[in-house]
Nanobody
Framework: QVQLVESGGGLVQAGGSLRLSCAAS????????VDWYRQAPGKQRELVARITSGGSTNYADSVKGRFTISRDNAKNTAYLQMNSLKPEDTAVYYC?????????????WGQGTPVTVSS
């Protein structure tokens, strides 16, 4: 069974850091692009960062210079390093990955990991 599981969320003070992980497990041939999204209470889900299979990255303007997305293909895991956190970063963070399984690509979502930044 293929799964995508996020971890690393929690409560942190403003200015602090967290590192989120997104681990894919199961019969996966490879992982293509990985996106991190977040959804704050009462708001729409928004794209925070993306990393392609080749390692190219893109970020939302609101997190540029503070967040870094990376990946470890050997571990089938992507990461989101979040520094200089602000209360407005409070949200549930989700990863979305395009997984190559038996010659076809499928989009998977994780269950989300909550991040709370206190002021």
């Amino acid at each position: 069974q293929v799964q995508l599981v996020e971890s690393g969320g929690g409560l942190v003070q403003a200015g602090g850091s967290l590192r989120l992980s997104c681990a894919a497990s199961g019969s996966i041939y490879s992982i293509n692009a990985v996106d991190w999204y977040r959804q704050a209470p009462g708001k729409q889900r928004e794209l925070v960062a993306r990393i392609t299979s080749g390692g190219s990255t893109n970020y939302a303007d609101s997190v540029k210079g503070r967040f870094t997305i990376s990946r470890d293909n050997a571990k089938n895991t992507a990461y989101l390093q979040m520094n200089s956190l602000k209360p407005e970063d409070t949200a549930v963070y989700y990863c979305n990955a395009d997984l190559l399984i038996e010659r076809r690509t499928y989009s998977y979502w994780g269950q989300g990991t909550p991040v709370t930044v206190s002021s």
